[in-house]
Every structure is written in C-alpha cells, then in structure tokens.
C-alpha cells in the first residue's frame, strides 16, 4: 500500500468528522446528550464503521501479509479475527486514548474491549442499528458516534504509520473536534509523541 493511500482514509476521517461537526449545531456534545439519536447520527455510526471495517483489513493485510483480508475475491474476516491478527502484532492498540476538544467529556478508549471481548461496544450497537434498526434504532445515539469515530481516529492513524516508515512525513490538517497525543503528532508536526505501539 502507498502512503498516498493510507492517507486517503484520513481524509474520510476528516470528511465524516465535518458531518459530526454539523451534527454539533443540533445536539451539543455533553455527556448529558450521550443517549440522544437521530439519521444523521445513524448515518455518522453506519459510514465511520464501514470505514473501520475496510481499514481493518487493510491494516491486517499489511502486518501479517498471509492474512485474505484484503483480497476482493475473499471477503474473509470480521471484528473477531481482525482483533486476533492486530493484537499478536499490535498489542497496546487498545491503550490509545483520543480526546474530545469539548470541556467536560473524557477520554475515549474505544478500542479497550478489545483487551477481553471479540467486538468493542460501540462496533455491537453499529450492527444492531445496520441490521435490526426498527428495533435498535435508538442505539444510533452520540456516544457510540464519538466512540466510532474515536476508533476510526486510531485505526487510521495505525494503518498510515504501518505503511509510513518514516512517521509523520507529511502533514495533514488536524481534526476539529478530536485530539490525542499519540494519534496527532503527523498531522501537527509533532515528533516527539508516537503511537504505543511505535514508542
């Protein structure tokens, strides 16, 4: 994979997190509106985690190239294996953090589950509302929103730094509402901070 391409998925990043940020003219993000849902969260839940999804499998792909993931020929893999190639060559994945430039809301860990569960949280209320919305429509809410596209920060910013050697080269525009000190450093020229499991 090119970096070109690795950085193309940041950029969908970047564009779901503008729909968010719309999103914030409606329902301000505070803990008190966690369980608040509507279609464009729904929306934001179903693209950020099929995009988590295809960088998945790209990322499996790149770390243990025996992995099928990738080919479109085999559509292979799901959250459960995805999380067994990533942890046996990225173990502290689950330790980093993405804060939300909102006062008074905490970090986010939302890839943390995958310590002990097949599938995080967030990713079962993702395929409750894909695959059974008139009964789980409310699970579309803002905190399974936040920690998805906290996820997606991450995995993202592990499927550039996999395929860049040379971390951090070349400088893309920083997230609005979503910060972290390991997932930032090359979008803000940061070198001296790194993903845990680059440190």
Same mark, same amino acid.
Request: proline content about 7%; overall charge negative.
């Given at each position: 994979?090119?970096?070109?391409?690795?950085?193309?998925?940041?950029?969908?990043?970047?564009? %779901?997190? /503008?729909?968010?940020?719309?999103?914030? !003219? +409606?329902?301000?993000? &505070?803990?008190?509106?966690? #369980?608040?849902?509507?279609?464009?969260?729904?929306?934001?839940?179903?693209?950020?985690?099929?995009?988590?999804?295809?960088?998945?499998?790209? %990322?499996? /792909?790149?770390?243990?190239?025996?992995? !099928? +993931?990738?080919?479109? &020929?085999?559509?292979?893999? #799901?959250?459960?294996?995805?999380?067994?190639?990533?942890?046996?060559?990225?173990?502290?994945?689950?330790?980093?953090?993405?804060?939300?430039?909102?006062?008074?809301?905490?970090?986010?860990?939302?890839?943390?589950?995958?310590?002990?569960?097949?599938?995080?949280?967030?990713?079962?209320?993702?395929?409750?509302?894909?695959?059974?919305?008139?009964?789980?429509?409310?699970?579309?809410?803002?905190?399974?929103?936040?920690?998805?596209?906290?996820?997606?920060?991450?995995?993202?910013?592990?499927?550039?730094?996999?395929?860049?050697?040379?971390?951090?080269?070349?400088?893309?525009?920083?997230?609005?509402?979503?910060?972290?000190?390991?997932?930032?450093?090359?979008?803000?020229?940061?070198?001296?901070?790194?993903?845990?499991?680059?440190?």
């Amino acid at each position: 994979m090119l970096e070109q391409e690795a950085l193309n998925h940041w950029r969908f990043f970047i564009s %779901l997190e /503008k729909d968010l940020m719309t999103v914030k !003219d +409606y329902i301000e993000i &505070a803990q008190d509106n966690y #369980n608040s849902y509507s279609f464009e969260l729904s929306k934001i839940l179903q693209l950020s985690c099929a995009e988590i999804d295809c960088i998945c499998r790209l %990322l499996c /792909k790149e770390i243990d190239p025996s992995t !099928d +993931y990738q080919d479109q &020929a085999v559509f292979s893999g #799901n959250i459960a294996q995805y999380r067994k190639t990533v942890l046996t060559n990225l173990p502290k994945l689950p330790e980093a953090e993405v804060h939300i430039t909102t006062p008074g809301i905490n970090a986010f860990r939302p890839w943390a589950d995958w310590q002990s569960l097949d599938s995080p949280t967030w990713w079962k209320s993702y395929n409750n509302v894909k695959h059974y919305r008139h009964v789980c429509f409310k699970e579309a809410n803002l905190k399974n929103v936040l920690e998805a596209m906290a996820a997606l920060m991450i995995i993202a910013s592990y499927l550039y730094r996999t395929v860049v050697a040379q971390p951090y080269a070349n400088p893309m525009p920083p997230p609005k509402l979503f910060t972290s000190e390991y997932t930032s450093p090359f979008l803000l020229a940061r070198a001296n901070s790194e993903l845990p499991d680059f440190a």
